[in-house]
């Protein structure tokens, strides 16, 4: 059992930044680095989207194509904790942020993460 906080969301301006940060708790016997982690988002009335993925040693890193270039994630194995450092935000990316763990290969699809954090909501003013 893996059980997922995320923290940071707020309000900002476009073209500010922030900076989410998931700590997961894991069981005893269980390690952090055995799960990819994924950062999701879901807007009112939309379908929760891809937002950025990074595999167990943090090696290798995914995104979705709305976020390229503007987003990074992160992780500290160490510390059992996911980052998603979000800059020249805009308005379309207000959304609840979620935080994911899969126990598997990469994959693009919420319905295949096995945890999910409760969100934070990221709200960027024009």
């Known amino acids: 059992q893996v059980q997922l906080v995320e923290s940071g969301g707020g309000l900002v301006q476009a073209g500010g930044s922030l900076r989410l940060s998931c700590v997961a708790s894991?069981?005893?016997?269980?390690?952090?680095?055995?799960?990819?982690m994924g950062w999701f988002r879901q807007a009112p009335g939309k379908e929760r989207e891809f937002v950025a993925a990074i595999s167990w040693s943090g090696g290798h890193t995914y995104y979705g194509d709305s976020i390229k270039g503007r987003f990074t994630i992160a992780r500290d194995n160490a510390k059992n904790t996911v980052t998603l450092q979000m800059n020249s935000l805009k308005p379309e990316d207000t959304a609840v942020y979620y935080c994911?763990?899969?126990?598997?290969?990469?994959?693009?699809?919420?319905?295949?993460?096995?945890?999910w954090g409760q969100g934070t909501q990221v709200t960027v003013s024009s």
């Open positions: 894991l069981a005893a016997g269980d390690t952090f680095s055995t799960y990819r």
């Open positions: 994911a763990a899969r126990y598997g290969p990469h994959s693009d699809y919420a319905s295949e993460y096995d945890y």
